[in-house]
């Protein structure tokens, strides 16, 4: 069986839509002339070469790896066609290509049938993943023919995903097929058509165009393919957008594929700033046209940040900008909540409240001390809204902080309901502590009664 053989340097990383996969990958292995047997040894170090001890019934090959790791493979004259698989999940990815790349398909499928009959565990698991993550470099489409053929859905899941995610671009057409052409049962629907989508993201990476034509034939429909439907659409506007665009728009009125466009719009964007800003500018008018605004935004700060913010600062309809520039504060936040926070509090006051609340609850979590310190340095209306968003986040940990933090806020309506939410938790973890701090905050007696009145009524009446 003809099989397309490369080397990688590293495992081919998926596309921006994918999630990148690190490959920790370990090997034990060497070629015994055209027998060989995988069993995990003792260890030989001091060697880089292969070295050979002969025994009255076996003969073995022990190859050091450079971290000096030795893995032992036996070949029993007794019988000498039997391959013996061990851990090889102990040494580099590399060295585990170079010996399975050496083997004759043949081998490669009586080391997967071996793994057929090892019990369901986690070292089972780790196992399978290692060699099919390797076997998927070498001959992805005999991988992924054994890989369906686990009985233990857990180990079958398992396989089919190392080889969908280590295969390269360029064979991902053919793992698409393959799957296609998967008899009924073999895997549930919704599994069949997870891995199914995950090839066609793949397979986008080289040929979008053609793995568009295989998307609308196959007829494939539900969640699974509606990300896979924008991954499409990202990669094929770069160098088509016209197409890519008609393609999206194609798919727009089909549940769960609006998504297509937007992928369409920020491919479209990496290749012409301009015209995929002016096309979001043009679509604003309704809810699908302010998402797509909102995405084209995320795009736009994971390249250029302060494009992006220039960009949705100038968006001409409140609630695309109020959207977009939630997008960017989350995104912000990842990173750098105290400069989410302060991005926020200059922002025009349409925008502002909410944004700047979800940066001052995102530092609040990492570092309370400085953004309460922050939040002292502000005046009027940005000091009461990051004030109240400084209180809900405290109430839960700090009442007693988060109440005077309540207390500090000017409008009288933010103020109150800051307070209520504060003694409504506390009185309902410490009713006694909630209640003397209220009696004693100097509010007005009518406020007092009013916090006192959230306390949960005895006996569930």
């Known amino acids: 069986m003809a099989s397309d053989r490369t080397n990688p340097a590293s495992p081919t990383p998926p596309v921006e839509y994918l999630s990148s996969r690190s490959f920790i990958i370990a090997i034990a292995g060497v070629l015994v002339g055209g027998l060989v047997g995988f069993s995990l040894g ?51 990815f590399q060295e585990l290509y170079g010996v399975l790349s050496s083997l004759p398909p043949e081998k490669l499928d009586e080391l997967a049938a071996q793994l057929r009959q090892l019990p369901d565990d986690k070292q089972t698991a780790a196992k399978i993943a290692t060699f099919f993550k390797a076997w998927a470099h070498i001959d992805p489409k005999a991988a ?40 009924e049962g073999a895997l549930g629907r919704g599994q069949r058509d997870s891995f199914l989508a995950s090839a ?43 197409a890519a665009m008609s393609w999206a728009q194609s798919l727009a009125d089909k549940d769960g594929f609006n998504n297509a466009l937007s992928g369409a719009v920020t491919g479209w964007w990496s290749k ?42 100038r968006l001409p309809d409140v ?27 200059t922002l025009p006051t349409d925008v502002r409240d909410t944004s700047l609340r979800l940066a001052v609850h995102s530092w609040t979590a990492t570092d309370a001390s400085t953004a309460g310190d922050w939040i002292n340095t502000l005046t009027g209306a940005a000091h009461d809204q990051a ?18 933090w309540a ?45 006192l009145a959230l306390a949960p009524k005895q006996g569930g009446g």
């Open 319 to 345: 609630q695309a900008r109020q959207q977009a520039t939630n997008m960017l504060v989350g995104q912000m936040c990842w990173s750098d909540p105290q400069a989410a926070a302060e991005w926020a509090a």
């Open 42 to 92: 003792r260890s030989h170090i001091g060697s880089t070469s292969v070295q050979q001890r002969t025994t009255s019934k076996n003969h073995t090959t022990a190859a050091v790896s450079k971290s000096g790791k030795t893995a032992l493979f036996s070949a029993s004259d007794d019988d000498p066609s039997h391959v013996s698989l061990g851990n090889i999940t102990t040494v580099p």
């Open 387 to 404: 004030a109240s968003a400084y209180t809900a986040s405290l109430a839960n940990k700090n009442p007693a902080a988060a109440a005077q």
């Open 272 to 313: 012409d700033h301009a015209a995929a800003e002016a096309y979001a500018l043009a679509h604003m008018s309704d809810a699908a046209g302010r998402q797509l605004a909102t995405h084209l935004a995320n795009y736009m700060y994971s390249r250029e940040p302060e494009r992006a913010k220039d960009w949705v600062s």
């Open 200 to 242: 066609l993201a793949k397979w986008a990476q080289v040929a979008p165009a053609d793995a568009a034509k295989f998307f609308d034939a196959n007829s494939v429909a539900g969640r699974h393919f509606s990300w896979t439907a924008s991954v499409i659409a990202q990669n094929w506007a770069p160098l088509d957008p016209q």
């Open 144 to 183: 992924l023919r054994a890989a369906i053929a686990f009985k233990s859905a857990e180990a079958k899941t398992t396989a089919i995903t190392a080889v969908i995610d280590s295969a390269d671009a360029t064979q991902a057409e053919a793992l698409a097929k393959a799957i296609r052409e998967w008899p």
């Open 407 to 451: 207390m500090s806020i000017s409008d009288v309506k933010l103020r109150d309901s800051s307070l209520d939410r504060v003694a409504s938790e506390w009185l309902r973890k410490n009713a006694g502590e909630a209640s003397a701090w209220i009696q004693n905050s100097g509010l007005p007696v009518n406020q007092k009664q009013r916090l």
